[in-house]
């Protein structure tokens, strides 16, 4: 059953999205002159919405109290979308941004009876693919009549594991000491998610249990969402592991050879994984400071070999750097024996190309605005004329 849209209307509710944001160091993503552009979320105050955006920024921007964008966030795996009114400017502990004005309502994709309940924590699944293999997923959404699987990311289904109309069986591991084991069918793979419906009877003993415990652990999740609710707001706590982003982080997001190693901000190496992922492997490194060759070791880099990766593309927009200045050390100084292309906004890309070529890199990659098609074929092009085998 293909997706529909829900609509969240409900301030309070609306603010409770923000607030888990904050508690879990979010971000917020914007559509800046067509661009999406990530930034921190710093606090929720009493609807408002503070977001870590520099002075230059904003200037470059001409943005204005006033002003509309659109916006997307993502809390307990679900993507909302809406969109927000700059409210004025400021300073947060010395830090640049901007008051937005809270979404009056929130949008996003409604999968009936399969993503009811978003977990917090790592619910593992084992499923049987069309040849009987047993396989094993991390679930993102659980539903009365079924669940989400998601198909990029860590715990993602590969390909071929499930086929739409393909039966299939389900062990979940919702906590330690509680499994259930339940029939279903492969009802839809699309937008990053495989959706799968439970076919046991209504009345079987086993899903009237999952059923159960399904509504108990909804009716906690809602209770806690109100226990924490702050009525005057919540500042973001930027400590927490990975919420500060002062380190980098690899993730391998397409699981499959050859493998292309993305050095980017997450929401471009997502963008990637989603995009190519079918045809290629994809590893994203959201990159800090420092040389890449020790960060991506558990890819099989080591030494004058970079193992897996076959093609290294950087995009222009780093948090340390701009890509064009990591490329070239990533050729110049790290020696780097694999192709590298240069991604960005193709305005003034014949500049960008010629600047690309001058330190080494194999060519610029326009991906704003992203077209597929294209994308694929200059990967493509550029493996067969390095590896022609």
């Avoid at 409770?16 to 917020?28: A, E, H, K």
């Avoid at 004005?101 to 699944?125: C, I, M, T, W």
């Avoid at 750097?321 to 003034?348: F, H, N, Q, T, Y």
Wanted: aromatic share 8%; glycine share 8%.
């Amino acid at each position: 059953m293909p997706a529909e849209f829900f609509q969240l209307d409900d301030r309070a509710a609306i603010r409770m999205v923000f607030q888990r944001l904050c508690r879990s160091g979010g971000d917020i993503t914007m559509k800046v002159e067509g661009r999406d552009w990530t930034f921190p979320i710093f606090e929720e105050v009493e609807g408002r919405i503070l977001v870590g955006i520099t002075g230059a920024e904003r200037a470059k921007w001409n943005m204005n109290v006033g002003d509309h964008y659109r916006m997307a966030v993502l809390d307990r795996g679900r993507k909302f979308q809406g969109t927000v009114e700059v409210a004025g400017f400021g300073q947060l502990e010395g830090s640049d941004c901007v008051h937005l004005e809270q979404p009056r309502s929130l949008k996003g994709r409604d999968y009936r009876g399969l993503s009811d309940y978003l977990p917090e924590k790592d619910v593992a699944a084992v499923f049987t693919s069309p040849t009987n293999d047993f396989c094993d997923a991390r679930v993102r959404a659980l539903g009365q009549d079924g669940l989400l699987l998601p198909l990029y990311g860590s715990g993602a289904v590969k390909e071929g594991q499930l086929k739409v109309d393909t039966p299939t069986t389900l062990e979940l591991a919702v906590d330690p000491d509680t499994k259930f084991i339940l029939k279903a069918v492969c009802d839809t793979i699309e937008e990053g998610v495989v959706g799968i419906r439970f076919t046991e009877k209504h009345d079987a003993p086993a899903l009237r249990t999952y059923r159960n415990w399904l509504e108990e652990a909804m009716a906690a999740q809602a209770r806690k969402d109100r226990e924490l609710f702050q009525s005057r707001g919540l500042r973001a706590d930027r400590s927490k592991a990975g919420v500060q982003r002062s380190g980098p982080t690899l993730q391998v997001l397409s699981d499959r050879d050859p493998l292309v190693l993305v050095i980017s901000e997450p929401p471009f190496s997502v963008r990637m994984a989603e995009a190519v992922g079918r045809k290629f492997g994809v590893a994203g490194l959201d990159f800090a400071r420092g040389e890449v060759r020790p960060l991506v070791k558990p890819l099989g880099v080591e030494d004058g070999a970079w193992g897996r990766v076959k093609l290294v593309v950087v995009h222009q927009r780093l948090r340390a750097m701009s890509g064009m200045e990591l490329a070239a050390k990533l050729i110049k100084d790290e020696r780097c024996p694999v192709p590298v292309l240069v991604a960005g906004p193709e305005e003034d890309a014949a500049l960008k190309r010629n600047r690309a070529l001058g330190f080494g890199a194999v060519d610029f990659l326009p991906v704003d605005p992203f077209r597929i098609l294209a994308v694929i074929q200059a990967l493509d092009q550029t493996l067969k004329s390095f590896y022609p085998s």
